[in-house]
Every structure is written in structure tokens, then in C-alpha cells.
């Protein structure tokens, strides 16, 4: 096989089925390394072996990773719904499904094989081995059937383990995306969490032309006027004033200028 770019720029091409056997000794190397890209290693190895056998590369379809990847959706789901619910104890219901949507997402199942360079181990026919070039969908599958296959294998709490370490930074950037972006919404549980107090917003000053205005406004909580910020219009300016505030909450420098 191709040897390995250090810098992940040139990943390895997938497995070829005809050389996948579990008593060849490269191919145990591969396990063995697959694991240390995981993170986790497996008593049953074979969970391992079904968990990375695409149904091109199967005898028959019971043989490939299909079953466990429809475990592993299932486990994904719940689990990341579990992280979201105790990490973000002031976002709403509906807060909480825009992030576990994007977090559990085929793309985002991906992403993260790519990161850790799955598609080096994927067991494949043969005429798909022959390429680079690994689908994003089979990147995805693979993903969801080794959370399936580290479940079956460890437990709740080692498929616990590895979806909290690898979709951590997604989590945080999902919710910096998603809920980041209402920052009124964001200060509106933050004043009402701390100081029993629903913010406001006071219009301090306006300019430009008719069909060219720009309004600068700031938050108030609890008496408190908090650093504001001009928009291009009222709502943005209010959202950027909440920003400012939240920041200023934080102990940290506001983000949009109030000049």
C-alpha cells in the first residue's frame, strides 16, 4: 500500500477486500493502527473488521457495515441529544435541535472520518480500492457503523467517550453558527438566568439618507447600558448591541464599534 502522507494532504487509498483477512499480518498492522486513530481498542476485533466492510466489499450484504451503521445512527442520536441537553441548560428545545441537526449530520459524519483518515481503512471492492477518492457517504456510514461497532464492543460509555471527544468541536462551532448568531436570543436567557431581567433596547442615534439609514442602539439589563453598536437597520443594530453586552458580561472587549 501507498505509504502515508505525515501531513494527512494525501490520504491512503481504501482497502481492497481481497486482502482484508484477519490472520494477515499487514492487515492486523492496519486494525491496529485504524484503532490508534479511534482511539479506542477493541476486545472483539471482528466488530472492527464488520465495522469498516463496505457492502462492495462484503460476500453478501449481512456482511458489510450497513446493520451497524443503523445501530450507530440510532446511538449517535441519542447521545449527542444527551450532550446538547446538559451542555446548553439555557437554550430552548428548539435551540437544541437546530445544533443536534447539524451535528449529526451526514456531513458533519464526514467530516470527521476525514479528520481522522478513515478512508485509509475502508474495506472496499476491488475496483473501488483503486482510487483516492472515497464518496462522502461512505465516509459518513463508516463513522456512524464503528460508533456501533465501539458500542457492541464497550459499552455505553466508551461510544460515550468517543463521540463527546470527536464532536466537541463541532459541537462548539454548530453553536457558534447556529445560536451564536441570535445574540438577542443569547442575552435575553443569560439576563433572565442571572438577574431575573428581560434586556431592552434604547435607540440612541440615527443617520443617513431615508433609504440609507443606519440606527445605533445598546441593551439595558437591570438599569445597566451596555456598549451599542450602529446597524444598517434596527434589528441589526439591536443584535450587535446584545453582542457588545454579552461581551461585556464575559469580561471581554465588545465586538461591534458604537462609533
Request: net charge negative; hydrophobic share 40%; with cysteine.
Amino acid at each position: 500500500m501507498t505509504e502515508s502522507n505525515s501531513s494527512g494532504s494525501f490520504p491512503l487509498p481504501p482497502i481492497n477486500a481481497e486482502s482484508a483477512c484477519e490472520t494477515d499480518q499487514a492487515f492486523v498492522q492496519q486494525l491496529e493502527l485504524c484503532e490508534q486513530k479511534l482511539g479506542y481498542q477493541f476486545r472483539d476485533r471482528s466488530l472492527l473488521h464488520a465495522a469498516l466492510t463496505h457492502a462492495s466489499g462484503a460476500q453478501h450484504r449481512l456482511a458489510s457495515n450497513e446493520r451497524l451503521e443503523f445501530l450507530g445512527d440510532a446511538i449517535l442520536g441519542a447521545i449527542v441529544c444527551e450532550l446538547l441537553f446538559h451542555r446548553f441548560p439555557e437554550y430552548l428545545e428548539g435551540d437544541l435541535t437546530k445544533i443536534k441537526s447539524v451535528v449529526v449530520s451526514r456531513q458533519t459524519c464526514a467530516k470527521i472520518s476525514q479528520r481522522l483518515e478513515l478512508q485509509q481503512f475502508l474495506i472496499v471492492g476491488k475496483g473501488m480500492a483503486a482510487t483516492h477518492a472515497v464518496p462522502p457517504s461512505l465516509l459518513a456510514d463508516v463513522f456512524e457503523s464503528l460508533l456501533a461497532a465501539i458500542y457492541l464492543d464497550g459499552g455505553i460509555g466508551a461510544a460515550r467517550e468517543f463521540i463527546d471527544t470527536n464532536m466537541e468541536p463541532e459541537i462548539e462551532l454548530v453553536a457558534a453558527g447556529q445560536i451564536g448568531g441570535n445574540y438577542k436570543s443569547l442575552l435575553q436567557q443569560l439576563a433572565q438566568r442571572q438577574f431575573g431581567r428581560t434586556p431592552s433596547y434604547q435607540m440612541l442615534d440615527e443617520k443617513g439618507p431615508d433609504h440609507a439609514k443606519c440606527f445605533k442602539v445598546c441593551a439595558v439589563v437591570g438599569g445597566q447600558a451596555y456598549q451599542a453598536a450602529w446597524g444598517r437597520n434596527k434589528k441589526e443594530a439591536e443584535q450587535r448591541a446584545a453582542s457588545n453586552a454579552l461581551s461585556e458580561m464575559k469580561g471581554e472587549p465588545p465586538t461591534f464599534p458604537s462609533d
